[in-house]
């Protein structure tokens, strides 16, 4: 899908992920929208995924949402297995990735990366205290694979620093994931998360493509740093990857 018919579901995209996240000021007011009173709406839903109705997670007692906390910054004290964006409506879950009570190792994670990138972050992630990861992964009927991964680590400034100094520089990403050794950073690409506090990089795959085409993007949310990969062979399209990565800091924010 190009030209307009593309630039108009773009557009868009950020009212259907408020619209789709519930327990926000700003989704609630998305909800009481009549969609013939949002231009282009009804036209905009093509190349879209239906996901489940979204909704944060409550908080703990007395814990503040991650960036109105004072005085732990960016600290997500709701259950971080709750954060990760669920599948689409009609695709295949890969369970696998759900991992052990939600958990996934971190070997499962590093091998979407290739040697001797694996080996190095790694060791990264072991110097930088990572505390666990948690993972959704799942199969649409084009054949696009999708893969969150939220890494969660102690505060917001160690997130920072990995994904400005570590792993996701403007020109390219610091670690190689297989299959797309050659990725550049995606400045084309609409940022329709809405969410000022939560930093993103997306990169794609140069042409020509291996076995599948692959994207990739990470975002900074305080004490959380995002991992998204869509594969697919052929063409990875670019709205449902927009949409996901929307979704997803909605859920983090």
Known sequence: MRGASTASVLRWIAVVAVFAVGGTATAYGITRLDRENVPGLPAATE????????????????????????????????????????????????????????WLETDDFLSEYAEPDRAALGQLLLDTGLRHITARGWT?????????????????????????????????????????????????????????????????????????????AYLSAGDVLAVVLQSREGTVATVPFVQTLALQSQLLG
Do not use: C
């Open 47 to 102: 190349g879209l995924w239906e996901y489940p109705r979204l909704s944060s997670p409550p908080l703990p007692s007395d814990s503040p949402a991650p960036f109105a906390d004072q005085d732990e910054p960016g600290a997500h004290h709701a259950d971080l297995r709750a954060l990760v964006l669920p599948a689409p409506k009609g695709a295949v879950e890969d369970r696998a990735l759900r991992g052990a009570d939600g």
């Open 140 to 216: 649409t009927g084009d054949g696009t694979r999708t893969r969150v991964y939220l890494l969660h680590f102690g505060t917001a400034a160690v997130v920072d620093d990995l994904f400005h100094h570590h792993m996701a520089p403007r020109n390219a990403p610091a670690h190689r994931v297989r299959g797309a050794e050659r990725a550049v950073y995606d400045e084309d690409l609409p940022d329709a998360s809405g969410i000022a506090e939560i930093r993103r990089s997306a990169y794609d795959e140069r042409r020509p493509y291996g076995a599948e085409h692959v994207r990739q």
